[in-house]
């Protein structure tokens, strides 16, 4: 009897657990050091844009970027830019630090919902600097762009979000 209860209680113990953990999407099996993860990211500088990718060999989209780099360390993202729209701690971009995800609009800057993602690589004063992959016409690829000498991606900002597994 004692061995039925128990097998009963780590059957619904594990099932709450399992069934709790399906709406995460933001998880880690261990944490990270923010340096470790912007040394990992900025190694990926220069390869080319690709629509749908997350793959060094073939390219990047952004989301597929953010996805690649934060899956080298074990820590499960959304894939896809949309799914940051109700994902993570915001942040005010004063106080974000490196290993912080940065959220914009898509290029309809009247859509408020999230079409590109990037990850802020530091935030000295005013200097919010973030890698991304970019599809623009100037810069294509993985990049580094300056938040606030860029105009085209202050109109795009919906918010800054925060993983507790970055330290």
Known sequence: MYKTIKFLFLFLVFGFFSYAQKGIKIYATGGISADSLIAFAKKQIGIK???ANANPKTGFDCS???YYVFDHFNIKVPRASMDYEKEGKVIHPDSC???DIIVFTGTNT???T???VGIIIYNKGKELNFIHSSSGHKRVGVIITNFKDSPYYKSRFIKIVRLSVVY
Do not use: T
Request: charged share 25%; hydrophobic share 20%; no cysteine.
């Open 49 to 51: 844009y690709r629509y």
């Open 64 to 66: 597929g970027f953010v």
């Open 97 to 99: 630090k490196a290993g």
């Open 110 to 112: 009247k859509n408020r």
């Open 114 to 116: 999230p079409g590109h």
